[in-house]
């Protein structure tokens, strides 16, 4: 600062300078650091608390009383009845909504993300992650609602090579071999949870990771019975 009239010049105005400056320096510095500043930094921790909240979570009552239903239909229908697949499109594809539900341990013994249809979306992409459609029409690229039976392994174009027929039996599902909707892994599977991202989505056919299908395709092949798998909303 230019000084015209050369008062810096004496010692006790400068000093006396200096403690104004520190003095106000100080209290800027104090100001700052109060709670009501910290404000926005508090707000942000909130927030991203509340998103980790949100993530949507399996109903463990719903899931035990798909497969107390789940039971009695294998034994009318000559099904597995050591385990089923319960697939619950209610939750978001990010998370783990395939479950392996063991009968004998009445628990579940396995959870995997699945994949379902994109419908009018694009191919690939997570659209529909929060809110599928559902649809048992040709052509409609998407999943269909209901029970059906896993049974004759063959071969696949997808993930590890293996796939299995997946035969619908209500009318909600009536068409998935016409349809070729089968059960199958996809490279763009993730083995862990995505949320809030979604898992990509396909022409209608329930997708898990390749790890996923390494360790249900096992499962299946040693049942001596087809297997169930339940989508359900």
């Not at 230019?2 to 320096?25: A, E, R, Y």
């Not at 998370?95 to 013994?109: D, P």
Request: aromatic share 12%; hydrophobic share 35%.
């Amino acid at each position: 600062m230019v000084d015209p009239f050369g008062l810096w010049d004496f010692p006790s105005l400068q000093i006396v300078g200096v403690k104004i400056f520190s003095f106000i320096f100080t209290a800027f510095f104090i100001l700052s650091c109060t709670p009501e500043s910290r404000k926005g930094s508090s707000g942000n921790l909130s927030s991203s608390s509340a998103n980790d909240e949100k993530r949507p979570v399996a109903d463990s009552a719903r899931t035990r009383n798909k497969a107390e239903e789940a039971l009695p239909f294998c034994k009318r229908k000559n099904l597995s009845t050591d385990f089923c697949l319960l697939i619950d499109m209610s939750l978001h594809s990010g998370v783990k909504r395939l479950f392996i539900w063991n009968f004998e341990k009445n628990k579940i013994t396995g959870e995997y993300l699945v994949g379902h249809g994109c419908g009018q979306n694009p191919w690939s992409k997570d659209a529909s992650r929060e809110r599928p459609e559902f649809s048992n029409e040709d052509g409609s690229h998407l999943s269909s609602l209901g029970k059906y039976k896993l049974q004759e392994r063959g071969s696949s174009e997808w993930g590890i090579h293996v796939k299995y027929l997946m035969h619908g039996l209500e009318e909600t599902n009536s068409n998935a071999l016409e349809r070729f909707i089968v059960f199958h892994s996809w490279n763009l599977m993730s083995d862990a949870e995505v949320f809030p991202k979604g898992s990509p989505e396909g022409w209608g056919c329930p997708t898990v990771s390749n790890n996923a299908m390494r360790q249900i395709d096992p499962m299946l092949q040693k049942s001596e019975k087809p297997v169930l798998m339940w989508i359900y909303n």
